[in-house]
C-alpha cells in the first residue's frame, strides 16, 4: 500500500509519511555517457551542430545552435480542468562567438559582428529632458596600438551575441507568447498591462542583457524600455555567483584523477588532443584545452553555427591542407556530451553539487510558487536568461534521466496548475511518483490541488529520481518537499551546507 504524505509549504502545515527520495539516481545508459561510444562513434547521435534550423519534422531534436523550445505547433495541451497559474522559465542565452580564452593562438581568419550594435549608455527614468544618444560599441583595430589580442581578430566582442542570435532570441520569444497567449490564452494581450504581470531577470554576463531586449520584442513587439531584474555581482543566484566552496571543490574533484573515469576519459583522449593540438597551435601543455574539451568544443560549435569554416593548420601565416574536418569536429562534441553528463548527473556527487551551488535559485523558485499557491498578487510569468552551467545544474537537481550539454537557447519551462472540480486525475497522482497527497487546506485553498510541470526542450522531462519520475502534473507538494529536502526553505540549509557546516 502507498503511503500518503501530508505536506506544508509556506502556506500551511507539513507532515511527511512516506519520506520523499532525496537520494541521487544515475542517469539511463546511453551513447552519450558511454565512453566508447564518445571516442569511437561516428556523427553526434543525429544532433545538429551547423544551423539554427531545425526543420518541423524534426523539431525537437537537439540542435546546439538553437534548442528545441515550447511553440505552438509541439505543445500539447494538459487535461480538461486544469488551470494555469504561474509559468517560470529558465533559458541559455542564444548562440554568440566564442570567448576569447577559447580561441588558438593565432586565428586564421577575422570574425566581424558589423552588422549589429551593442547598446551601452544610462537614461533618466521619468525625464524627458536630457535624454542620452543611443551609444553602441564599434570595435576597431588601431593600426597605431602595438599591441594585438592573441586569438580572435575582429570587431565583435568575444563573446557577444551574434545578429543570427539575436534573430533566434526574437523568435523563442515569439513562440513563448504563441503558446501561453494565443494557444492557452495565459498571458495577457499586448495592448493589455502586461507589464505588472510578467518579469525577467539576467545575471551580470551583459549577453544575458542582449538576449532579453529580443525575447521581449519577440514576445510583446516593442521596443520600450522594460525593467531587467539582476542580483549584485557576487551573489546572484541565477549565474550562480555566491560563494560555495564545497560545492565548487565537490565540482573540480570530479573534473580531476581523483575521479577515475574523468582520468579514464583524459587518457583515452590523448590521440584526439594531440590531432587537435598539431592543427590548431594550441600548446599540449594549455592546461585550458587540456583539462576537458570544453575551449576545443567551444571554438569549433562557434564557427559551425556560424556557418563559418572549420580550422587549417597555419603554416607560415596561410592555410595548409590540414584542417579539422568534420569527423574531428564530432569527436570534440561526442566527448563534450560524455563530460557534461558526468559532470552533472553520472558523478554520483554531482546531485550535492549542483545543490549547493543551485540551492538559493531552487529556492527563488520554490518561493514563488509558494506565493500563487497562497493566492499572493505578483507576477504570473517570470523569464530567467542564464548560462549553459545554470541550466546544467538545474538538470542534475531535477535528475534528469538524460543528461545533454543545454544549447544554446536552451529552457526549462515549469507550469504551475490548479485542478478544478471537473478535471481528470493526472497520472502522476500517487502513481509513477510512488507518493501520496493529502489535502491540506490552506488560506482558503487546497494544496492538493496544485500540479507542476516541467518542460525541456518543449517536452515533460523525466527524471531518474523514483519520487519525481516523468514531470508531467506532478502534484506540486511533492516538488516542494523534495527541493526542500535539498536546500531547505527559504535556502535555509544553502549556507551552511556551501561553507562545510552542514553535510551535502
Known amino acids: 500500500m502507498l503511503s500518503w504524505v501530508s505536506f506544508l509549504v509556506s502556506i500551511g502545515t507539513a507532515v511527511v509519511a512516506q519520506k520523499i527520495d532525496l537520494g541521487w539516481h544515475p542517469p539511463s545508459n546511453t551513447s552519450i555517457n558511454n565512453l566508447t561510444a564518445a571516442l569511437k562513434d561516428t556523427g553526434v547521435y543525429g544532433f545538429i551542430f551547423n544551423t539554427s534550423e531545425t526543420p518541423d519534422a524534426q523539431y525537437g531534436t537537439y540542435n546546439w545552435c538553437n534548442m528545441p523550445h515550447v511553440r505552438q505547433s509541439e505543445y500539447i495541451k494538459p487535461a480538461i480542468g486544469y488551470e494555469l497559474k504561474y509559468v517560470e522559465v529558465v533559458q541559455r542565452h542564444h548562440k554568440r562567438t566564442p570567448y576569447a580564452s577559447n580561441s588558438f593562438p593565432v586565428e586564421s581568419y577575422r570574425w566581424d559582428c558589423n552588422d549589429q550594435g551593442l547598446y551601452y549608455y544610462g537614461r533618466h527614468l521619468g525625464s524627458d529632458s536630457k535624454q542620452p544618444a543611443e551609444g553602441f560599441w564599434k570595435g576597431y583595430i588601431s593600426p597605431v596600438n602595438p599591441y594585438t589580442p592573441s586569438g580572435w581578430i575582429g570587431t565583435c566582442q568575444f563573446p557577444q551575441i551574434s545578429s543570427a542570435g539575436l534573430d533566434d532570441s526574437w523568435v523563442h520569444g515569439r513562440d513563448l507568447y504563441g503558446v501561453y497567449h494565443d494557444l492557452l490564452g495565459f498571458l495577457p494581450g499586448r495592448d493589455e498591462d502586461w507589464r505588472t504581470q510578467v518579469n525577467y531577470r539576467v545575471t551580470q554576463n551583459v549577453i544575458t542583457s542582449q538576449v532579453a531586449g529580443m525575447v521581449i520584442s519577440g514576445m510583446w513587439e516593442t521596443t520600450d524600455s522594460i525593467p531587467l531584474m539582476i542580483q549584485a555581482a557576487g551573489v546572484d543566484s541565477l549565474e550562480p555567483q555566491y560563494s560555495c566552496s564545497v560545492g565548487s571543490e565537490m565540482f573540480n574533484a570530479i573534473e580531476s584523477s581523483s575521479n577515475a573515469a574523468w582520468q579514464d576519459h583524459l587518457d583515452a583522449a590523448a590521440d584526439l588532443f594531440s590531432t587537435l593540438d598539431n592543427i590548431s597551435g594550441v600548446p599540449p601543455d594549455d592546461s585550458g584545452f587540456h583539462a576537458s574539451f570544453d575551449h576545443y568544443f567551444d571554438n569549433l560549435s562557434a564557427r559551425q553555427c556560424h556557418a563559418k569554416p572549420l ?194
Not at 369 to 393: C, K, L, Q, T, W
Request: aromatic share 10%; glycine share 10%.
Open 311 to 504: 580550422p587549417c593548420r597555419l603554416q607560415d601565416g596561410v592555410n595548409s591542407t590540414t584542417c579539422i574536418n568534420q569527423d574531428l569536429a564530432d569527436a570534440v562534441y561526442r566527448m563534450g556530451q560524455w563530460e557534461y553528463s558526468q559532470i552533472y548527473r553520472d558523478a554520483p556527487t554531482s546531485l550535492a553539487a549542483s545543490t549547493a551551488t543551485y540551492g538559493v535559485w531552487i529556492a527563488e523558485l520554490s518561493e514563488h510558487f509558494r506565493n500563487v499557491m497562497a493566492g499572493e498578487e505578483g507576477p504570473i510569468y517570470f523569464h530567467n536568461i542564464a548560462h549553459d552551467g545554470s541550466v546544467s545544474r538545474l538538470l542534475s537537481i531535477l535528475q534528469a534521466d538524460i543528461m545533454v550539454w543545454p544549447g544554446m537557447g536552451s529552457e526549462v519551462v515549469f507550469e504551475l496548475y490548479r485542478r478544478n472540480g471537473n478535471a481528470t486525475a493526472s497520472s502522476n497522482f500517487g502513481n509513477s511518483t510512488g507518493v501520496k497527497v493529502s489535502r491540506t487546506k490552506t488560506k482558503g485553498e487546497d494544496a492538493i490541488q496544485y500540479f507542476v510541470r516541467v518542460l525541456f526542450g518543449g517536452k515533460p522531462l523525466k527524471s531518474s529520481n523514483p519520487s519525481l519520475g516523468l514531470l508531467d502534473m506532478l502534484p506540486a507538494g511533492i516538488l516542494l518537499e523534495y527541493f526542500d529536502g535539498l536546500v531547505g526553505a527559504n535556502a535555509s540549509l544553502v549556507v551552511a551546507k556551501c561553507n562545510g557546516t552542514l553535510p551535502v
